[in-house]
């Protein structure tokens, strides 16, 4: 059993006496950061003693991702994926540019730009990053609005364009003036999950700029709400079939075409072909599910509908290793973080059971990786970049083996956004984890942290992303349960949804008691190999 280094009140201190933390890498000299490769200058030792400073250096720095060109374009307003860059230098150049994009990075950027109107701590820091510096909350938000308001209009122009989505965005392309477009392979697709993050991404946004109660502000939510407003109206009709059933990818006749135009017709993706067309999942495709419900104007007996189709998938099992108390989780896809989204978007934690849960499922994320010596945690990712600078691959199948329906798994590759749940259950230990995976050679940049490490120091990814970073961001800042709580309170639906919740998970694990529940948290306590990789020219200590 791995043994702390730190004293007991020490960590009860600064984790809370709830969920003490196991574990520590060793520390070394800590100075405050002068660069963009700051995380080296600080220890766990630092961290834990004082997560200020680190966590206001880490805003800072992922803040210089938010540049146009770079994650979002600023004619349009749209998120780009991410960007290449280059091998030696880490500066990105448009050749490496990602000029597509997602109904979730646009989810990830909605609710960054939703702290900022809300004035969330480190909010305003993060915006102006990259536009002067500071920490001005009026300036922070004039940015925000003036985002929020091309978004609002490109995607206005987009609807109007191609009716047949309903509102909804496939994977999307554009550059400079050019319009967005679907990308050449969502000609007439679109898909629920990514649209259900960003539906509740907006209901946050239109909450926190009618909280404002400037009269500016809540003339632009008022847009917001027309559009999810228009959402409610086509999402049953091009997504749900009856039976609880809820297309992942929807199959459109002819995007041009209106909604409710005679010869339009909307199908299932893969309905016969022999696999699984349908959202049936407890992780991500919840969001959407939750919309349908909530707002899609289904009938009681749809509601029990989706619910029963999907209950067979919600599963209780145990995380166990030699040395360690077994802790009870939610069984998952890949175990991937990235498959818990929906828990900084929806308030599952208003909810004993589920704070439970959703804490134990963070004991047994960084508890796995200590026990088996593993430097970081594991989502899905970009693989690292080639020779010649170009993505391996992607890497879906990421997480933990033992406690996932999906066993088979590439397990070479950790991610500093592994830590984007961990940062919702305890912050200071999720700082911990970031540090210990941005301490690897080239994984800083002067965009903040890079996308992925191999655990065996042999390779990096010189790409950043929303995924990989921007979801470390919503973390730290709390997700938006706040802001969306309080709209689902206001709109009658909160009690809805509290009452299925409950419901659905006490079925599966309030049958028997959950265990872990006196577990710690654990930190890590190795690091990547220094294998001789050299850190990118324009980030170097």
Request: with cysteine; charged share 15%.
């Amino acid at each position: 059993m791995a043994k702390l280094t730190l004293a007991a009140s020490t960590l009860i201190l600064f984790f809370g006496a709830g969920i003490p933390a196991r574990g520590l890498a060793s520390p070394a000299l800590s100075i405050q950061p002068v660069n963009c490769r700051f995380a080296s200058r600080y220890t766990p030792t630092s961290i834990l003693a004082n997560p200020s400073p680190f966590e206001q250096a880490l805003i800072s720095w992922e803040g210089q991702f938010h540049q146009t060109n770079v994650s979002y374009n600023d004619f349009n307003g749209m998120t780009f994926d991410g960007t290449l860059l280059n091998s030696v230098t880490g500066v990105h150049d448009l050749a490496g540019l990602h000029t597509f994009s997602a109904a979730s990075k646009e989810s990830l950027h909605i609710m960054l730009l939703a702290h900022v109107v809300n004035g969330t701590p480190g909010a305003a820091q993060w915006i102006l990053a990259a536009n002067g510096g500071g920490s001005d909350a009026e300036k922070a938000r004039k940015l925000a609005i003036n985002i929020l308001h091309k978004k609002w209009d490109t995607m206005n122009r987009f609807n109007a364009t191609y009716p047949g989505f309903g509102g909804f965005l496939p994977w999307f392309a554009h550059s400079g003036s050019d319009p967005l477009a679907p990308t050449w392979d969502w000609v007439n697709r679109v898909p629920a999950l990514d649209n259900g993050e960003n539906i509740w991404a907006i209901y946050a946004l239109i909450e926190a700029l009618q909280s404002t109660g400037r009269k500016d502000y809540q003339v632009l939510a008022s847009k917001w709400e027309s559009y999810l407003n228009y959402l409610k109206k086509t999402a049953a009709r091009i997504f749900y079939r009856g039976s609880g059933h809820i297309c992942a990818v929807t199959t459109i006749a002819n995007q041009s075409l209106p909604v409710n135009h005679p010869a339009q017709s909307y199908v299932c993706e893969g309905l016969n072909s022999g696999g699984n067309p349908f959202i049936n999942d407890p992780y991500e495709g919840q969001q959407f599910m939750f919309f349908l419900q909530l707002y899609g104007g289904l009938n009681q007996s749809d509601i029990d509908a989706l619910w029963e189709f999907k209950r067979p998938q919600l599963v209780s099992v145990d995380w166990s290793f030699p040395g360690y108390g077994s802790i009870t989780v939610q069984k998952g896809f890949w175990f991937s973080s990235h498959e818990n989204w929906g828990w900084m978007q929806l308030p599952y934690t208003d909810i004993p059971l589920m704070k439970t849960l959703f804490a134990n499922m963070e004991k047994a994320r960084t508890c796995n990786s200590q026990a088996k010596k593993i430097p970081g945690m594991y989502a899905s990712i970009n693989n690292s970049t080639d020779s010649n600078g170009q993505i391996i691959g992607y890497i879906s199948n990421a997480g933990i083996p033992e406690i996932a329906n999906q066993t088979v798994q590439e397990l070479d590759v950790i991610t500093p956004y592994s830590t984007m749940n961990t940062m919702l259950v305890n912050k200071t230990v999720g700082l911990v984890w970031w540090h210990n995976m941005v301490i690897a050679k080239r994984m800083q940049n002067i965009y903040g942290s890079s996308e992925s490490t191999r655990v065996d120091g042999t390779a990096t990814s010189a790409f950043v992303s929303w995924d990989s970073k921007m979801t470390t961001v919503n973390g730290l800042f709390g997700g938006v349960t706040s802001l969306v709580r309080t709209k689902m309170q206001r709109e009658g639906v909160y009690r809805p949804f509290i009452d299925v919740v409950q419901r659905e998970y006490t079925r599966v694990f309030g049958k028997v008691p959950i265990k872990g529940t006196g577990e710690s948290i654990c930190l890590p306590t190795v690091t990547v190999p220094d294998l001789g990789l050299v850190d990118f020219s324009s980030c170097a200590n």
